[in-house]
């Protein structure tokens, strides 16, 4: 076993177990979710071959699979895999691979399209996992990624500090934490969208001191996001100007941030660095 398998082992663990025990298909805001961080729309992928680059447990490959024909291919470091698999099942231009976006098991110039949606910010290297997709892309292709963004030097040492101590407990106790804490989401919610100034600003404090606990509406999305945040190893956080950074390291052009004016499916969604980008034809 490699040094960069021991480092992942936690990785694989805490997706396997999330991805097979929630299963957290939500067509109509998955679609939004996809439209808002790729610019894409399922039809905008026919008849183009699409890697997505971190599939968890396939909700994504789902939506793209409905635009028709195209070769579609999930890639997840994880045992996630399954769930993966299962989820697509019945869709025929969908397959699941398993294996390491930092060694991705694909050639050169393999894919039109290439999307990440909040994975290589779980890598123990985002900018190598970046670079190694990039060289994926065929002349013309686009890739779009979503990451953390960096926050308030505050803020991150609150976050630093919860995970500090979370990514050391076993992963069946933050499965029980993060089932307990989902009121607590709820509650921060409520108090945040109260129309009592005091109120609100309560909700604000709690939800710093807090951060990590989801404020989904749907109860079950809600802990399977509060275990996403506080049971994986690596969680960075990037600003703007670094990623575009790897975007002009890997030699791309048209570079676009698609942060602006998305439209959430929900209050508390969040925002990240949305960036896309293309090979150049020549």
Known sequence: MTPTDLD???????????????????????????????????????????????????????IAAEGGPARLVG?????????????????????????????????????????????????????????????????????????????????????????AVSTRLPLWALVGLSRLTAPLGGLKRRLMAAKNRVIARAGVALNVLTIGVSMHPDPEVRVCDTLDWYAPKYLSRHSPDEVRGWFAEAGLVDVTDLSGGQVFYHAGQGNGVNLAGRRPTG
Not at 45 to 50: I, N
């Open 8 to 62: 992942q082992s936690r990785t694989k663990s805490a997706y396997a177990l999330q991805w097979n025990r929630y299963r957290i298909v939500r067509p109509e805001e998955d679609r939004a979710t996809f439209r808002n961080r790729t610019g894409l729309g399922p039809d905008d992928l026919a008849g183009s071959t699409v890697l997505d680059a971190g599939c968890g447990m396939g909700r994504y490959l789902r």
């Open 75 to 163: 890639l997840d470091l994880s045992g996630a895999v399954h769930a993966a698999r299962d989820v697509t099942n019945g869709t025929p231009n969908v397959s699941v691979v398993q294996g390491d976006l930092l060694r991705p098991p694909f050639a050169p110039n393999s894919f039109d399209h290439i999307y990440s949606l909040g994975v290589l910010d779980h890598t123990p290297d985002p900018r190598g996992a970046f670079l190694a997709l990039a060289k994926l892309l065929k002349p013309g292709g686009r890739i779009v990624v979503w990451v953390y963004p960096k926050e308030k030097p505050a803020l991150e040492r609150v976050m630093n500090a919860h995970r």
